[in-house]
């Protein structure tokens, strides 16, 4: 599984407007709310869920990066939406440090597989220090997309 198979392009947002934890994760499900991949009205089933899984374990695994999620009948495939904020959001974080990117996905709760292939994929690219750190100074969604690109595999050559 590649980035660009769960990231939802038009969900990409590089300039974070909320720098609390819940209004930046209802700012991220908005972006796939507009984006068609869930309906308005899912939205308070979505959060609560997603909150649920918060106060069980904080999603905010360091290095300035946090994964939200929620399980649900809702989608039938893996998607994410990409936040970044210049600021900072407070996560409560393991490392107790801001989170300047967020990646809140939306996995099929039928297809357990898919969640973890697709947390699989989100979490090594964020293991990686420079990726963390391109992400963290993406200013567009021009920027998100080429590092995704990139990390995929997929650029095309410019030679």
């Known amino acids: 599984m ?3 198979d769960i990231v939802v392009s038009n969900a990409i947002l590089p300039s974070l407007v909320n720098t609390k934890r819940d209004l930046a994760i209802g700012e991220l499900l908005d972006a796939l709310i507009a984006c068609g991949v869930v309906s308005a009205d899912s939205r308070a089933t979505l959060l609560k869920e997603t909150f649920a899984r918060e106060r069980k374990g904080s999603t905010g ?3 300035g990066v946090a994964v939200p999620h929620a399980k649900t009948t809702l ?4 998607h994410a939406a990409i936040g970044v904020s210049a600021s900072g959001v ?3 974080s393991l490392d107790r440090q801001p989170v300047y ?3 809140f996905m ?3 709760l039928t297809d357990p597989e898919s969640h973890l292939n697709a947390m699989e994929t989100v979490f090594g690219a964020l293991s990686q220090e420079v990726f963390r750190r391109f992400l963290r100074q993406a200013r ?7 590092l995704l690109d990139e990390t995929d ?3 095309p050559s410019t030679s």
């Open 90 to 92: 407070d996560f409560n």
């Open 153 to 155: 595999g997929t650029t």
């Open 75 to 78: 989608v039938s495939k893996p």
């Open 140 to 146: 567009n969604v021009d920027d998100v997309t080429l």
């Open 61 to 63: 695994f360091g290095h």
């Open 106 to 108: 939306l996995s099929p």
């Open 2 to 4: 590649k980035l660009r």
């Open 101 to 103: 990117a967020i990646v």
